[in-house]
C-alpha cells in the first residue's frame, strides 16, 4: 500500500512541481507574489516555501525508493529526514538574516565596525551550531540505515541537489523565455 501512495505521490508531486513551480520561482523574482491568485488564463502561483514543501514531499519518496528502505525502517528514517531538511532550512534562513543585515550595515553612514563584527562573529556561531547540528542529523539517519543505505543516501542527495539546480534554472529560462 506505500508503495503505491509513493507511485501515486511522485506522479502528482512531478506534474505540479513541473508545472507550479516556474510560476512560483517567477512570483519570487517579482517580488514574492507567491500565493496571489491567477487571473484569466494566469495559472496560480505558489509561494517558495511551497514548492520548498513539494520538493522536500519529492525528495523523501524518491529516498525511499533509491534506498530501499524497509518497512519497519521508513517510521524511523521519515523522522529523521525530516528533521535534517529542517535544520537545513533553519540554518538557511538564521544565514540569510545575518547577511540581510550585514547587508544593512554595509549600507549605512557612518559604519558601525562593533556590530559588524557582532554580525560577522554571530555568522561564524550559526555556521559551526548548523554544521554541528547537521552531523549530528546524519548520525541519526545512519543508525536507521544500513551501510550500504548510507552510501546510497550520500549519492542520493547529491543527485536531488542537482535536480533542485536543474529545476531553479528551468524555472529561470522559463521566466526569460516569457518576457
Keep these: 500500500m506505500r508503495a503505491l501512495n509513493t ?22 523574482a ?22 520548498q514543501r513539494m520538493f522536500d514531499s519529492y525528495a523523501l519518496m524518491q529516498a525511499e525508493q533509491q534506498l530501499n528502505i524497509r518497512d519497519d525502517q521508513f517510521p524511523r528514517f521519515l523522522t529523521r529526514f525530516k528533521s535534517l531538511q529542517d535544520i537545513r532550512r533553519s540554518a ?3 544565514r540569510n538574516r545575518r547577511l540581510t543585515e550585514l547587508r544593512r550595515l554595509l549600507n549605512a553612514s557612518p559604519l558601525d565596525e562593533a556590530a559588524i ?7 561564524d556561531d550559526e ?10 542529523a546524519y548520525e541519526a539517519i545512519d543508525q536507521v540505515l ?17 535536480r533542485k539546480l536543474e529545476l531553479v ?3 529561470r529560462q522559463q521566466n526569460r523565455a516569457k518576457h
Design 7 to 28: 507511485v501515486l505521490g511522485i506522479l502528482i508531486l512531478a506534474g505540479a512541481v513541473s508545472t507550479r513551480s516556474a510560476a512560483a520561482f517567477q512570483g519570487a
Design 30 to 51: 517579482q517580488g514574492g507574489q507567491g500565493g496571489r491568485s491567477a487571473g484569466a488564463g494566469e495559472e496560480a502561483l505558489v509561494s517558495p516555501a511551497e514548492v
Design 92 to 94: 538557511l534562513q538564521q
Design 117 to 123: 563584527r557582532d554580525q560577522l562573529k554571530g555568522l
Design 127 to 136: 555556521n559551526a551550531r548548523a554544521q554541528a547540528d547537521v552531523k549530528k
Design 146 to 162: 544500513d551501510l550500504q543505505q548510507q552510501a546510497r543516501f550520500r549519492v542520493f542527495e547529491e543527485m536531488m541537489e542537482r
Design 169 to 171: 534554472a528551468r524555472a
